[in-house]
């Protein structure tokens, strides 16, 4: 077995839990809340997630744990003085928290797959949280980005800050003992205890009293909280099938299209050192990225016309208006099968999240993405935890010149996501791949990127993942800064990029493991402080 996350201590949780033979399922679970633990800024029990899980190589199964609106919620749930907030007001306190979905995904999908009893995998985060963890670079440099006045939680302030305002140095000992507590707690009483009950109340009453943008929200709106099994989405790509995560995420459409309308050209031939290959991703990831805009968003509340949008015929046709000598002028979405009218919002930011890997020795895989959103989320703990601030996903505008917008917000609906959790079988119909990323509305160019390094230009996932990164959500190119994709600015502009920014490595995040010679290989982004390691 083996786990890639974003922090070591969250893959040797991972990895503890392998070695007293629980399954993919368990480890994943466990690195989940290692994670919370050591990477608060970005995951956690306070958010949610989506799981892709291959039952020893079996056709994969999905759980959405994404967060859902109070019942309360409206069209016009970020509007202040009668006009859409900014995403920086919108972003703390208690109008952004949706009710945390990851707790409800774990116990749906360990009740299915997992070894271990519940209780167990709770173990090592505790430990963590008790004992004490070392504040790294990484978490320093978000708490230096995020002021302790930000954090609006005295207890949250009380492990992070000095008494001065500053964040603690990196490498000082902290510890979370209201959090082991509840872990503890959580780990006795199951997952209902999570959303019946003190803890449920907790988060009603922060977010209903939260010192900025406070909002309705009630035990009932948690209680009611469901995590679903969804459809995968899936599709060939050359000689692989590629599956992810359908509605309300966008990531396993968007990965999808991207990578079918590229399948005509034949990338491996171009190889990872060519500027027409990188426009040719750049070209597809346009066309991918408009369509997700437009009609991707909860299909328990929108139709989604996502047959339409998977349909071969309906991916080539949008694939020959790429040309490997000259950009598209402005890109808008196509027209599938089964669409309704709807209309393109504008786009929110997107900051936060954490993706990490599993697999055991029986062969199960999981591939699962967790995220408060933006760096700690709103700002707002609970029993030790960050809640989310998912919310601030949904468009703010739910109609635009009179049209409705497929992703406005509506009481108990999921906003859309980017997260793309992705496994990736091989023509024989083993796994061969799974992958997924950290970094917002960049995650789907992230695994659409890596697959393609192992897929097309045959490295390895490692290698893949470290590849510089292009991601074009509409007429603007970004490169990674400090890369030979800076150095080939020249050549994309001369292919009619106009626009072409850089944005720097920290942005990105990416995780994988992968089958190769026989055995599991691990990846894990040299850009962030994550590990691969062995059971």
Same mark, same amino acid.
């Given at each position: 077995?083996?786990?890639?996350?974003?922090?070591?201590?969250?893959?040797?949780?991972?990895?503890?839990?392998?070695?007293?033979?629980?399954?993919?399922?368990?480890?994943?679970?466990?690195?989940?809340?290692?994670?919370?633990?050591?990477?608060?800024?970005?995951?956690?029990?306070?958010?949610?997630?989506?799981l892709?899980?291959?039952?020893?190589?079996?056709?994969?199964?999905?759980?959405?744990?994404?967060?859902t609106?109070?019942?309360?919620?409206?069209?016009?749930?970020?509007?202040?003085?009668?006009?859409?907030?900014?995403?920086?007001?919108?972003?703390?306190?208690?109008?952004?928290?949706?009710?945390?979905g990851?707790?409800?995904?774990?116990?749906?999908?360990?009740?299915?797959?997992?070894?271990?009893?519940?209780?167990a995998?709770?173990?090592?985060?505790?430990r963590l949280?008790?004992?004490?963890?070392?504040?790294?670079?990484?978490?320093h440099?978000?708490?230096?980005?995020?002021?302790?006045?930000?954090?609006?939680?005295?207890?949250?302030?009380?492990?992070?800050?000095?008494?001065?305002?500053?964040?603690?140095?990196?490498?000082?000992?902290?510890?979370?003992?209201?959090?082991?507590?509840?872990?503890?707690?959580?780990?006795?009483?199951?997952?209902?205890?999570?959303?019946?009950?003190?803890?449920?109340?907790?988060?009603?009453?922060?977010?209903?009293?939260?010192?900025?943008?406070?909002?309705?929200?009630?035990?009932?709106?948690?209680?009611?909280?469901?995590?679903?099994?969804r459809?995968?989405?899936?599709?060939?790509y050359?000689?692989y099938?590629?599956?992810?995560?359908?509605?309300?995420?966008?990531?396993?459409?968007?990965?999808?299209?991207?990578?079918?309308?590229?399948?005509?050209?034949?990338?491996?031939?171009?190889?990872?050192?060519?500027?027409?290959?990188?426009?040719?991703?750049?070209?597809?990831?346009?066309?991918?990225?408009?369509?997700?805009?437009?009609?991707?968003?909860?299909?328990?509340?929108?139709?989604?016309?996502?047959?339409?949008?998977?349909?071969? +015929?309906?991916? #080539?046709?949008?694939?020959?208006? &790429?040309?490997?000598? !000259?950009?598209?002028g402005? =890109?808008?979405? *196509? @027209?599938?099968?089964?669409?309704?009218?709807?209309?393109?919002?504008?786009?929110?930011?997107?900051?936060?999240?954490s993706?990490?890997?599993?697999?055991?020795?029986?062969?199960?895989?999981?591939?699962?993405?967790?995220?408060?959103?933006?760096?700690?989320?709103?700002?707002?703990?609970?029993?030790?935890?960050?809640?989310n601030?998912?919310?601030?996903?949904?468009?703010?505008?739910?109609?635009?010149?009179?049209?409705?917008?497929?992703?406005?917000?509506?009481?108990?609906?999921?906003?859309?996501?980017?997260m793309?959790?992705?496994?990736?079988?091989?023509?024989?119909?083993?796994?061969?791949?799974?992958?997924?990323?950290?970094?917002?509305?960049?995650?789907?160019?992230?695994?659409?990127?890596?697959?393609?390094?192992?897929?097309?230009?045959?490295?390895? +996932?490692?290698? #893949?993942?470290?590849?510089?990164? &292009?991601?074009?959500? !509409?007429?603007?190119?970004? =490169?990674?800064? *400090? @890369?030979?994709?800076?150095?080939?600015?020249?050549?994309?502009?001369?292919?009619?990029?106009?626009g072409?920014?850089?944005?720097?490595?920290?942005?990105?995040?990416?995780?994988?493991?992968?089958?190769?010679?026989?055995?599991?290989?691990?990846?894990?982004?040299?850009?962030?402080?994550?590990a691969?390691?062995?059971?």
């Amino acid at each position: 077995g083996m786990v890639s996350a974003a922090d070591p201590r969250a893959a040797a949780a991972g990895v503890e839990i392998l070695r007293e033979g629980g399954s993919a399922a368990d480890a994943a679970f466990a690195t989940l809340l290692a994670l919370n633990v050591v990477e608060p800024q970005s995951s956690g029990i306070g958010g949610g997630g989506y799981l892709v899980y291959a039952d020893k190589g079996a056709a994969p199964v999905t759980f959405d744990g994404r967060e859902t609106a109070p019942h309360a919620a409206t069209g016009t749930w970020f509007y202040k003085n009668g006009q859409p907030m900014e995403f920086d007001d919108a972003q703390p306190g208690g109008k952004s928290v949706g009710v945390p979905g990851n707790v409800r995904m774990m116990a749906l999908a360990h009740q299915r797959f997992g070894k271990l009893p519940w209780a167990a995998l709770f173990q090592p985060a505790i430990r963590l949280a008790r004992d004490g963890f070392k504040i790294t670079p990484r978490l320093h440099n978000s708490l230096s980005k995020y002021p302790a006045t930000g954090a609006l939680s005295f207890e949250a302030r009380a492990i992070f800050y000095q008494a001065d305002g500053q964040p603690k140095p990196a490498g000082t000992l902290v510890r979370n003992p209201a959090f082991a507590n509840f872990l503890e707690q959580l780990a006795a009483r199951g997952p209902d205890s999570f959303y019946v009950g003190p803890n449920a109340q907790a988060i009603a009453a922060a977010v209903s009293n939260a010192p900025h943008n406070p909002a309705p929200m009630t035990s009932g709106d948690v209680a009611s909280y469901e995590a679903k099994p969804r459809p995968p989405v899936c599709g060939k790509y050359r000689v692989y099938r590629i599956c992810g995560m359908g509605p309300s995420s966008s990531g396993g459409f968007t990965v999808f299209a991207a990578l079918k309308q590229l399948e005509r050209f034949d990338l491996s031939a171009l190889g990872p050192q060519s500027p027409t290959a990188w426009h040719l991703i750049a070209e597809s990831e346009r066309l991918a990225y408009a369509d997700r805009d437009k009609y991707l968003a909860d299909e328990d509340f929108v139709r989604v016309p996502l047959a339409g949008l998977m349909d071969p +015929a309906y991916l #080539a046709g949008r694939s020959a208006l &790429i040309s490997p000598t !000259a950009t598209m002028g402005s =890109v808008h979405a *196509g @027209t599938p099968a089964g669409a309704e009218i709807v209309c393109t919002p504008e786009p929110q930011p997107e900051r936060g999240t954490s993706h990490f890997i599993a697999v055991d020795r029986w062969g199960d895989v999981a591939s699962e993405t967790s995220t408060i959103e933006s760096s700690f989320g709103s700002g707002l703990m609970v029993n030790g935890y960050y809640l989310n601030n998912e919310l601030t996903d949904f468009s703010f505008r739910p109609e635009k010149n009179g049209c409705p917008v497929a992703n406005r917000v509506e009481g108990g609906k999921r906003p859309r996501s980017s997260m793309s959790p992705t496994i990736v079988y091989g023509p024989e119909g083993q796994v061969v791949l799974a992958v997924g990323a950290a970094g917002g509305s960049t995650i789907p160019a992230q695994v659409i990127k890596a697959i393609v390094g192992v897929l097309d230009f045959r490295l390895s +996932a490692q290698d #893949a993942i470290a590849l510089p990164m &292009i991601y074009s959500p !509409a007429d603007t190119v970004y =490169v990674e800064s *400090g @890369t030979f994709l800076e150095g080939m600015i020249p050549q994309l502009k001369a292919l009619g990029h106009s626009g072409v920014r850089t944005l720097p490595a920290a942005t990105f995040k990416a995780n994988a493991i992968e089958w190769a010679n026989g055995r599991w290989s691990g990846g894990a982004d040299p850009r962030s402080e994550g590990a691969a390691l062995s059971e």
